[in-house]
């Protein structure tokens, strides 16, 4: 089912709003991107799946000035459901304090709550193969 276009801007900003939040260091506002129980899937970082708001907090913290000091987020194309969900996927840069930048893809499930849109689970896959590895070969 088709989400109506006040849902699609709310969840565009709701994932736009990630990089602003984690780059000014609000993590203690976390809570206005994520369900408490978010499932935050890193498998690809080699850091596992996080659970809940406060892992992935610690988890940023953790991280220190590895982190990235810019998160962009692009390409958002949303996906409805007739359950209060949708499905969100979206690509995301991050530049580094040396000026080294990364790419990733970010495969979301968003529920709508009492207080708005939420993301339930992310999952963050790194890009470091052109074309996802596809060649003319193959």
Not at 26 to 43: G, I
Not at 71 to 85: A, K
Not at 91 to 119: E, F, H, M, N, Q
Request: a negative charge.
């Amino acid at each position: 089912m088709s989400l109506a276009l006040e849902d699609r801007i709310a969840v565009t900003e709701l994932i736009s709003s990630h990089g602003h939040l984690v780059d000014d260091g609000s993590l203690d506002r976390l809570h206005e991107l994520f369900t408490s129980d978010v499932v935050y899937d890193l498998t690809d970082f080699g850091q596992g799946r996080l659970t809940g708001v406060a892992a992935v907090r610690e988890a940023a913290l953790a991280l220190g000035s590895a982190n990235p000091v810019a998160h962009h987020v692009t390409n958002v194309v949303v996906t409805g459901s007739s359950d209060g969900r949708a499905e969100v996927r979206s690509k995301g840069l991050g530049i580094k304090a040396d000026g080294s930048c990364g790419s990733v893809s970010y495969d979301d499930t968003v529920v709508r709550t009492p207080d708005g849109w939420r993301i339930s689970r992310r999952k963050v896959s790194s890009r470091r193969v052109p074309l996802n590895g596809a060649t003319a070969s193959g």
